[in-house]
């Protein structure tokens, strides 16, 4: 008697994709807010973050050869790992403000 292989689903361990990935699962504490005068444009930051929410500015908005960072605000987590390792590793142009006082002063109100 020959026995025959039951077929094995690789796919059964993979995960439905999401409908919107960049919704997030609770409003932050916390957002990172880029000093654009004091960012050198180094791009360190960018690698570290774990939602890919930093990108460069427009490099026509200031016309300059290498244009700072900024974050996508409605993507932000709030972990604060841009603002480490900016303050670690180049020039402490990261800083992390209270949600509260974020809304109030750009007026940009996250959910």
Known sequence: MARTAKPYNHYKGVPELVGDPGQKKK???LMAV???DSCTGCEVCIPFCPVDC???VDPEKYGIPIPPVQVRFDECIGCQICARVCTKL???AI???P???FEAVYEIPIS
Do not use: G, Q, S, Y
Request: aromatic share 6%; hydrophobic share 40%; proline share 6%.
């Open 27 to 29: 409003k932050p504490h």
């Open 54 to 56: 930093i990108e460069t």
């Open 90 to 92: 180049t020039w402490d």
């Open 95 to 97: 800083r992390m403000l």
């Open 34 to 36: 880029v000093d654009e």
């Open 99 to 101: 949600m509260a006082e």
